[in-house]
């Protein structure tokens, strides 16, 4: 058979073309291993006769050259569609190939070309590479394509070094049959340069030529770096560098413009290979640290617990599995740290995907560390350490010099001639001897053997643990294999075997991880959630992607945290986890599109849905989805055609759909919409949002809109206020792609009076986006002539106008719409306007007028056609405001009774309509009602259910008055310092967010709060504040109790003028009467009553209090007429005595 290099078929003898793809068939010399042309008869580099028969495999290969890759099955043989992927490029230029075709014949030339590139092409095949192009004396070559692998850069390291390296054995072949025309010996020599990026790889080229080529700028910039190279050196960008980091030693050669580049590159020279074999011990190379162990307590638990029973004799095993980068490594690391300070021997060794056909590799690793071979021993100097190793294990040097020579790449010893074994006989005693080397090492102290990724072990090296294995229960050996799944350990289970399978991170786990990573730091909230949603509790994920956001311009530090500079975007993939995640992928080629289909409709999907879309039948569909089952790619649940699947890594989800070029992800989006429009009602109807989201991948710009704005009326319906706002932002950025038009402006008029409302409940009700969005709304209804939709934009207006503080704007807002109103003749409207008038004139001190107002509302309200969900929705049922607004007037216009009634009745309302702002508004209401009847109990708990509601939905500004109610009813129950606390975070919090409206009635409480607590310089300092901010803030009826208190606090005072008091208990009482504010007024009497009864003025204080008390009808069992009752009651008691005197 003739092997094909290009796509790994097998042809039958013969051929000179391959029967697969049509290529021209090598024909490789079983002598020298040289690749000939196929019209060759004999070998052009030894002579040999050529037979149609592959070379045939050395007995035991070079060490430190890995066997030739295994060719890529089927499966990973590229698709014929383009696709989008990371790669990693790297451009080989041969050194001053023009002056030496000058000094050679062209024959030598070409010989020498074609040497070169057959040098190249053995080191790129072991390194599973692929050469796509031979550009003259130039090789363009790339890892990660067809099929990518985890380490695709150190692979593309690891050949232009070796390249490199054997460019010196091919200039001493060359130098023996080619001679130059007088420039001395011939001396060949590269530049290479590699760079890693996203690029667009697939056939192109027209006629008879057709490539398939990866364009983009990463090749670009390959091939810039490479002119950038010294001879025989390698320069690679940063985003290369990034990627082998630890694995190779680099030198940083600064910044350089690169011909074509807009943007100065960061370059580095790499040096040599480190010593470094997995990432931790990479880590450690490049000094970035590691970070914390998190999660394997129980784990680190049961290892220490095993090392006790090996240092006791009872030799164990473990076996920890786990996917890649899962912390096995890590793991291991740790356990390794906690032995310091006990006396034991490591001996540790890693299986390589390069030497996975190289016999005994990582115990020759193992053995050339034990022996404490460098680079720089002359091998007379390794041969003298092996025959001390063999003599201090006691060992025949006889019979076991000859068995590790070869093993350990060692020239011939005429002192050690070769045993006279059969080559079977020879292996079984090397086995052997090696096995024995080992168990005489635990006779000193106990050994750790520790042998990782067990999943690339060669067949001789699983022998030798087969043997290690069945032995160690009686020694004083520890066994750790690490391996990933798809390796299944063959060996029986036995008492001292434990199988360990680590599972993924918990939520917790991962945010202790993330904020590790972080220094010590906390993200924001939402970027916590979406690093911990994308990476699933696998820590490598979770470290990378958080070290890619913390590296880019999205964070801002804090002392103790980070904040976000703008808007989250969707986190993209880490270009350090893009190969191993493509990888996976490129394992199951052949079914990669169905992985693809599944992505794109998201990281869960049904089989039904899928089958709708693909263009399969159901049996292909079938074995691709059980294949990616298999692969563990997906988790199943269920059995078609009622299966549904999800994707066991959301990154992984994310690789295969941005495989996907753009345009056909837009064609795989719309069919998909069309689908669920078509075959898919239930969706239509529930998740409109799904539809939306796919029309607009598409760019179907117009649907995409319609589904949008479904999608945010369901919302709104469902009260989900933050999922409503991002329906209905997205429509707005979409309605910008459609031509301008009447229709497209009064589709915008639509939808931002339908996002004013979540806006307003969300953001808080002076939030700019509210003005933003309404303002422009406004601007449409004049444009377009719009009476009914203008309702719903001067309400919302008058909204962030009244919670502003600017009263003045808000009355004529609500004049405006209650002219609209009368002119419409709209019950809807008229219930809208009138309410907005009472609050105007409640707000500045009319209270008359407030109340007429609100009960003309109520009377023309009905809860089936005005309710939240009715014409105009921006929040608060209109009864249940209304209601709880009168609540608080007929209290301050002197009906207490009245008041409870109807803050009662506005709290049934709310619950009948379900409807959760609502509810929480009437919660809030009546806290407020209870706090001026001094009731803390009922206050306390009806502030402590609206801060619960308001926090579950969202609320913001509600839950910050609720939170304050709270706190006032925790300092009247005698948790002063607690309800304190919470008063004043909470009115910083409320502060901030601009609001202005209740913020007087707030600090009337805290005044009282502070007179209460005896703070009374602080109490006065906020008194004489708040009544300088009357005049421009409005809510003139917390004028009287202010001054009310600010008397009370002047008694207080050690130099407390009596006379100022009563100065401003009097004002009180006539700032109260003039405005009708008879509960307020009744306090004012009440304070100066107590006064006067302390100067002796008895029958004037009880003429006050008398005549205070009768005007009241209702109420009389109130905190405020018990303390009236009682004062009057106190003064006839003092009357009576002084008579009797």
């Known amino acids: 058979?003739?092997?094909?290099?290009?796509?790994?078929?097998?042809?039958?003898?013969?051929?000179?073309?391959?029967?697969?793809?049509?290529?021209?068939?090598?024909?490789?010399?079983?002598?020298?291993?040289?690749?000939?042309?196929?019209?060759?008869?004999?070998?052009?580099?030894?002579?040999?006769?050529?037979?149609?028969?592959?070379?045939?495999?050395?007995?035991?290969?070079?060490?430190?050259?890995?066997?030739?890759?295994?060719?890529?099955?089927?499966?990973?043989?590229?698709?014929?569609?383009?696709?989008?992927?990371?790669?990693?490029?790297?451009?080989?230029?041969?050194?001053?190939?023009?002056?030496?075709?000058?000094?050679?014949?062209?024959?030598?030339?070409?010989?020498?070309?074609?040497?070169?590139?057959?040098?190249?092409?053995?080191?790129?095949?072991?390194?599973?590479?692929?050469?796509?192009?031979?550009?003259?004396?130039?090789?363009?070559?790339?890892?990660?394509?067809?099929?990518?692998?985890?380490?695709?850069?150190?692979?593309?390291?690891?050949?232009?070094?070796?390249?490199?390296?054997?460019?010196?054995?091919?200039n001493i072949r060359l130098q023996q049959s080619i001679r130059t025309r007088g420039h001395g010996p011939l001396q060949l020599a590269v530049r290479i340069g590699i760079h890693t990026g996203l690029v667009v790889v697939g056939e192109i080229g027209g006629g008879e030529r057709h490539e398939r080529l990866a364009v983009g700028e990463t090749t670009n910039i390959a091939a810039r770096l490479q002119s950038l190279a010294k001879p025989n050196t390698v320069?690679?960008?940063?985003?290369?560098?990034?990627?082998?980091?630890?694995?190779?030693?680099?030198?940083?050669?600064?910044?350089?413009?690169?011909?074509?580049?807009?943007?100065?590159?960061?370059?580095?020279?790499?040096?040599?290979?480190?010593?470094?074999?997995?990432?931790?011990?990479?880590?450690?190379?490049?000094?970035?640290?590691?970070?914390?162990?998190?999660?394997?307590?129980?784990?680190?638990?049961?290892?220490?617990?095993?090392?006790?029973?090996?240092?006791?004799?009872?030799?164990?095993?473990?076996?920890?599995?786990?996917?890649?980068g899962i912390g096995k490594s890590r793991l291991v690391r740790v356990f390794r740290e906690q032995l310091m300070g006990e006396p034991y021997l490591w001996l540790s060794c890693h299986c390589s995907p390069y030497y996975q056909n190289t016999a005994l590799y990582p115990i020759i690793e193992l053995f050339q560390r034990l022996l404490r071979f460098k680079d720089e021993d002359a091998p007379e100097r390794k041969l003298h350490k092996l025959e001390t190793a063999m003599q201090q294990y006691k060992l025949p040097l006889a019979e076991t010099m000859p068995l590790f020579i070869p093993l350990l790449g060692l020239p011939a010893s005429a002192d050690y001639p070769p045993l006279a074994l059969t080559a079977q006989k020879q292996k079984q005693k090397l086995l052997q001897t090696l096995l024995l080397i080992l168990l005489k090492l635990t006779e000193l102290r106990p050994v750790v053997i520790c042998i990782e990724d067990l999943h690339w072990v060669d067949p001789s090296t699983l022998e030798i643990l087969d043997t290690l294995v069945r032995?160690?229960?009686?020694?004083?050996?520890?066994?750790?294999?690490?391996?990933?799944?798809?390796?299944?350990?063959?060996?029986?289970?036995?008492?001292?075997?434990?199988?360990?399978?680590?599972?993924?991170?918990?939520?917790?786990?991962?945010?202790?991880?993330?904020?590790?990573?972080?220094?010590?730091?906390?993200?924001?909230?939402?970027?916590?959630?979406?690093?911990?949603?994308?990476?699933?509790?696998?820590?490598?994920?979770?470290?990378?992607?958080?070290?890619?956001?913390?590296?880019?311009?999205?964070?801002?530090?804090?002392?103790?945290?980070?904040?976000?500079?703008?808007?989250?975007?969707?986190?993209?993939?880490?270009?350090?986890?893009?190969?191993?995640?493509?990888?996976?992928?490129?394992?199951?080629?052949?079914?990669?599109?169905?992985?693809?289909?599944?992505?794109?409709?998201?990281?869960?999907?049904?089989?039904?849905?899928?089958?709708?879309?693909?263009?399969?039948d159901e049996a292909t569909l079938q074995h691709n989805l059980g294949q990616l089952v298999e692969a563990e790619l997906l988790f199943q649940q269920g059995?078609?055609?009622?299966?549904?699947?999800?994707?066991?890594?959301?990154?992984?989800?994310?690789?295969?759909?941005?495989?996907?070029?753009?345009?056909?992800?837009?064609?795989?989006?719309?069919?998909?919409?069309?689908?669920?429009?078509?075959?898919?009602?239930?969706?239509?109807?529930?998740?409109?949002?799904?539809?939306?989201?796919?029309?607009?991948?598409?760019?179907?710009?117009?649907?995409?809109?319609?589904?949008?704005?479904?999608?945010?009326?369901?919302?709104?319906?469902?009260?989900?206020?933050?999922?409503?706002?991002?329906?209905?932002?997205?429509?707005?950025?979409?309605?910008?792609?459609?031509?301008?038009?009447?229709?497209?402006?009064?589709?915008?008029?639509?939808?931002?009076?339908?996002?004013g409302a979540p806006l307003l409940m969300t953001k808080g009700y002076v939030a700019p986006e509210v003005e933003t969005n309404y303002a422009r709304a406004r601007d449409l209804c004049q444009q377009l002539d719009q009476t009914p939709g203008l309702a719903s934009v001067l309400f919302g207006l008058w909204v962030f106008y009244l919670v502003k503080g600017q009263y003045e704007v808000a009355l004529e807002l609500g004049e405006q719409l209650l002219a609209l109103a009368q002119h419409t003749k709209t019950h809807s409207i008229l219930v809208e306007a009138h309410r907005m008038q009472g609050i105007n004139y409640f707000n500045l001190g009319q209270l008359k007028l407030a109340r007429t107002h609100l009960e003309e509302a109520l009377a023309v309200y009905e809860p089936s056609q005005h309710n939240p969900h009715g014409l105009i929705d921006v929040g608060t049922d209109r009864g249940v405001a209304c209601l709880s607004h009168l609540a608080i007037t007929l209290w301050l216009l002197g009906y207490p009774d009245q008041a409870l009634k109807r803050s009662q009745e506005a709290i049934t309302l709310a619950g009948q309509l379900a409807h959760p702002y609502s509810q929480a508004f009437a919660f809030c209401w009546s806290a407020w009602l209870h706090q001026l009847r001094r009731e803390s109990k009922p206050a306390q708990a009806l502030a402590h259910a609206g801060v619960e509601l308001a926090a579950e939905q969202g609320f913001t500004l509600l839950e910050m008055l609720c939170a304050m109610m709270e706190g006032w009813a925790l300092t009247e129950q005698g948790q002063t310092e607690v309800g304190l606390d919470g008063i004043l975070q909470t009115l910083e919090q409320f502060q901030a967010t601009g609001a202005q409206l209740g913020q007087l009635h707030f600090w009337v409480m805290l005044v009282e709060v502070y007179y209460k607590l005896g703070r009374f310089d602080e109490a006065l300092t906020l008194a004489a504040q708040a009544l300088a901010?009357?005049?421009?803030?409005?809510?003139?009826?917390?004028?009287?109790?202010?001054?009310?208190?600010?008397?009370?606090?002047?008694?207080?005072?050690?130099?407390?003028?009596?006379?100022?008091?009563?100065?401003?208990?009097?004002?009180?009482?006539?700032?109260?009467?003039?405005?009708?504010?008879?509960?307020?007024?009744?306090?004012?009497?009440l304070s100066q009553s107590r006064l006067r009864m302390q100067q002796g003025q008895a029958q004037a204080a009880y003429q006050e209090l008398n005549r205070i008390s009768q005007h009241y009808t209702e109420g009389h069992d109130t905190a405020d007429l018990e303390a009236v009752d009682a004062l009057l009651k106190q003064i006839d008691v003092d009357k009576a005595d002084a008579l009797t005197d």
């Open 1 to 170: 058979m003739i092997h094909c290099n290009e796509c790994g078929f097998d042809n039958p003898d013969g051929m000179k073309f391959c029967g697969q793809c049509g290529q021209p068939l090598k024909r490789v010399c079983p002598n020298c291993a040289f690749d000939n042309p196929p019209n060759f008869n004999f070998c052009g580099q030894c002579g040999a006769a050529l037979s149609g028969t592959a070379a045939p495999q050395a007995a035991t290969p070079p060490v430190n050259r890995p066997s030739p890759a295994p060719r890529l099955p089927a499966q990973t043989l590229p698709s014929p569609e383009a696709e989008r992927r990371q790669l990693t490029v790297m451009f080989c230029d041969l050194v001053g190939s023009t002056s030496l075709s000058e000094q050679l014949d062209p024959e030598d030339y070409r010989e020498v070309v074609r040497a070169y590139q057959q040098t190249a092409e053995q080191v790129v095949r072991q390194f599973e590479g692929t050469i796509a192009q031979y550009l003259g004396d130039g090789l363009l070559i790339y890892f990660g394509y067809p099929a990518a692998h985890e380490n695709d850069a150190q692979r593309a390291a690891l050949t232009a070094l070796g390249i490199i390296e054997e460019m010196k054995n091919l």
């Open 235 to 324: 320069i690679i960008s940063a985003a290369t560098y990034h990627l082998i980091e630890g694995f190779f030693s680099c030198r940083p050669i600064g910044f350089r413009s690169l011909k074509g580049i807009s943007r100065p590159m960061e370059t580095y020279r790499i040096v040599r290979q480190s010593r470094a074999r997995n990432r931790l011990e990479a880590a450690k190379a490049a000094m970035t640290g590691l970070t914390p162990l998190v999660g394997r307590e129980e784990e680190m638990t049961l290892f220490l617990a095993r090392w006790a029973q090996t240092k006791d004799c009872k030799g164990q095993v473990l076996l920890v599995g786990g996917e890649a």
């Open 471 to 616: 032995q160690a229960s009686s020694t004083r050996v520890m066994i750790i294999f690490t391996f990933r799944p798809g390796f299944t350990p063959n060996w029986p289970p036995r008492s001292y075997m434990t199988h360990l399978s680590l599972s993924r991170l918990r939520h917790h786990q991962a945010e202790t991880l993330v904020e590790s990573v972080a220094g010590g730091k906390k993200l924001p909230p939402e970027l916590m959630e979406q690093i911990i949603a994308k990476t699933d509790g696998v820590p490598i994920f979770v470290e990378e992607l958080t070290k890619m956001v913390l590296e880019q311009d999205l964070l801002r530090e804090r002392e103790d945290r980070y904040e976000l500079i703008g808007p989250l975007p969707t986190l993209a993939i880490p270009a350090t986890l893009h190969d191993s995640l493509m990888a996976r992928l490129d394992r199951l080629a052949t079914v990669r599109e169905v992985a693809q289909l599944g992505a794109t409709l998201g990281r869960e999907f049904s089989y039904r849905l899928l089958h709708a879309v693909a263009a399969i």
């Open 639 to 755: 059995l078609p055609p009622e299966a549904t699947y999800t994707f066991k890594h959301g990154l992984i989800q994310e690789t295969a759909y941005r495989s996907l070029l753009r345009s056909r992800r837009q064609q795989v989006h719309q069919r998909i919409a069309q689908v669920l429009v078509e075959d898919f009602p239930d969706i239509e109807q529930t998740e409109p949002e799904v539809i939306a989201h796919h029309y607009t991948v598409a760019r179907q710009y117009q649907e995409a809109v319609r589904y949008w704005q479904q999608a945010g009326q369901r919302a709104v319906a469902q009260s989900a206020n933050k999922e409503a706002i991002h329906h209905f932002n997205q429509a707005l950025d979409l309605l910008e792609f459609l031509m301008p038009s009447a229709g497209s402006r009064r589709q915008e008029l639509q939808l931002r009076i339908a996002l």
């Open 1029 to 1085: 901010d009357l005049d421009s803030k409005g809510e003139q009826f917390y004028a009287a109790e202010l001054v009310r208190l600010k008397g009370e606090i002047l008694l207080k005072q050690i130099n407390g003028s009596e006379a100022e008091a009563e100065s401003c208990f009097q004002q009180a009482i006539d700032l109260a009467r003039r405005q009708a504010l008879c509960s307020l007024e009744l306090r004012a009497i």
